[in-house]
């Protein structure tokens, strides 16, 4: 079911994000994290990472609020998890800039739930089968319309316990909870 208005993610037992333009966005619209070249992570003064800047100077900054988004998902015993469709073909998992990009920003080890890396034309719908035929209550956030009806559709194809909510929806991560 799509989701509108307020929404608390700790009224779930899972949470699944997309990636790219959800949980981090680029310096120019549409630029994924596959569409960086020769990058590298830069740290503030803290150590931690915000930005991962490419040799062009194009970048992408982790969304505010999301590491403390997810640490609260993990206080709470809700699992979290990634499907994305930012995955480059013939490429293995260490080399996935999706993959790479999470480890850089030193997140990749708060996803404890699913962690799925698509090509571009692979449907999430059908990717995601697996996890709404378990009938937890899960919670999808994407920023792509086909994507959010494509799991939608597999939910009530499946008789599945799945909202889908739109990226779009909110400003800051703490708003969902």
Not at 87 to 101: A, F, N, R, Y
Not at 147 to 172: H, I, M, P, W
């Amino acid at each position: 079911m799509e989701r509108t208005g307020k929404i608390n993610a700790l009224e779930y037992d899972a949470v699944i994000v997309d990636l790219d333009f959800t949980i981090w966005h680029g310096s120019k619209p549409r630029l994924w994290s596959k569409a960086l070249k020769d990058y590298k992570a830069l740290q503030s003064e803290d150590g931690i990472t915000h930005y991962i800047v490419d040799s062009s100077g194009e970048y992408i900054k982790i969304d505010n609020c999301f590491r403390t988004f997810a640490k609260e998902l993990h206080k709470n015993n809700i699992s979290l998890g990634f499907c994305t469709r930012g995955g480059l073909l013939d490429v293995t998992d260490s080399e996935q800039p999706p993959l790479i990009c999470l480890k850089m920003f030193d997140i990749y080890d708060e996803f404890d739930g699913d962690k799925i890396v698509l090509y571009k034309t692979e449907n999430k719908g059908k990717s995601l089968e697996t996890s709404i035929a378990r009938k937890n209550k899960i919670l999808f956030i994407d920023d792509t319309d086909q994507d959010l009806e494509d799991v939608k559709l597999a939910n009530s194809a499946l008789q599945g316990n799945t909202d889908v909510y739109n990226r779009n929806n909110f400003t800051s991560w703490l708003e969902l909870l």
